[in-house]
């Protein structure tokens, strides 16, 4: 393989994270939930700290199934803020519980799927970064998203977190042109 991104680090976690799922496009829409909450959870930490616990935040949330967590009240609040094995704050559990709400309107209303891949017309956006440094951290897409989704309730869904989403959910196709993976995810589009 060639030069891979350039945020990818030396850990082996990270480089399956990189060359299998990274870009490729999801179109489930309860994997689209457990990937919102994940980039939530990440707010203010490393990407790597929450993909070396996602196995733990899977068991923890019932596999983010959205009608199971939207029932959530206090006892399972109070499990997950004494789980070590994912990251305990009070605001990202309940933003999780909220968010579960949400999804389950949306999921009625329209699919949560076709809700967000309409932002980008159902494909991703094949866009062209010869490096790093030309990857925006969030874009007009990710901001509209990031204020619909706030007047529907969602927290811990700002742009930022968004655009973050859209690339790891293959919305966009954001692998440098140089890595081998931007022509395998483009090709996916």
Sequence with gaps: MGE?????????????YHDEEWGVPEYDGRALYEKLMLDGFQA?????????????????????????????????????LADPGIVRHRGKIEAAIGNARGWLEIEAREGFSTYLWNYVDGSPVQNRWASLAE???KTPVSEAISKDLKKQGFRFVGP??????????????????????????????
């Design 135 to 137: 990857v925006p951290a």
């Design 44 to 80: 203010g930490l490393s990407w790597i700290t929450i993909l070396k616990k996602r196995e733990n935040f899977r068991a923890a949330f019932e596999g983010f199934e959205p009608a199971r967590i939207a029932e959530w009240g206090e006892a399972e609040i109070a499990r997950c």
């Design 160 to 189: 930022t977190i968004v655009y973050a989403f859209m690339q790891a959910v293959g919305m966009v196709n954001d692998h440098v042109v140089g890595c081998p993976r931007h022509a395998d995810c483009a090709a996916l589009g």
């Design 4 to 16: 891979r991104c350039g945020w990818v680090g030396q850990d082996q976690i990270y480089i399956d």
